[in-house]
């Protein structure tokens, strides 16, 4: 059944703000199509599942996608911030900025790559290792967490439809690899 078009706004999400006292109840809203948008509703479950992250992790000081780079990193020790870039979804430049952070804060060390040594290979440091195994406890925890809300049969079909979206959506083209 598709979403009422007059409905109150959801809670306040990662960067919100509310402008009323949390007793006010807030106005009601028309949002109109929005409510029957999935990539509406994606974009509020992001920010939700995101604002709830950075309270789970709040002390470790790392986005998600931050935490997915460790983790790729972790578990592709020598691959090139190229490739990285690839698995991401994120342009050279960009990539350039987050390594240049995480090896600020001695979580991850670029090395000339062996076969190109015009390209960095990415390595955990030993305090990227100790973070990221403390972190993907931390993180299990907090998707257990989010997959409560629909138990393991929906949590699964959930991930095989938004796989499913991606895939329809994703460009068709012969150089893709």
Do not use: C
Not at 160 to 171: K, T, V, W, Y
């Amino acid at each position: 059944m598709p979403a009422s078009k007059t409905q109150k706004p959801a809670a306040p999400t990662a960067g919100a703000r509310a402008s009323k006292p949390p007793a006010a109840k807030p106005a009601e809203l028309d949002f109109d199509l929005l409510p029957d948008l999935i990539g509406y509703q994606l974009r509020l479950t992001q920010l939700a599942i995101f604002g709830d992250f950075g309270s789970s992790l709040a002390d470790q000081s790392i986005s998600p996608g931050r935490f997915g780079v460790l983790v790729l990193i972790g578990a592709n020790p020598g691959m090139t911030q190229s490739r990285l870039a690839l698995a991401t979804q994120l342009d050279r430049s960009t990539m350039v900025a987050v390594i240049d952070q995480l090896e600020t804060r001695k979580l991850v060390e670029r090395r000339a790559a062996p076969n190109d040594r015009r390209s960095n290979a990415l390595w955990l440091t030993e305090d990227g290792k100790k973070l990221l195994r403390a972190m993907k406890r931390r993180v299990r925890s907090h998707e257990k967490h989010i997959a409560a809300a629909l138990g393991d049969e929906d949590t699964a079909r959930l991930i095989a439809m938004l796989a499913r979206i991606r895939e329809h959506l994703r460009p068709k083209r012969s150089d893709q690899a």
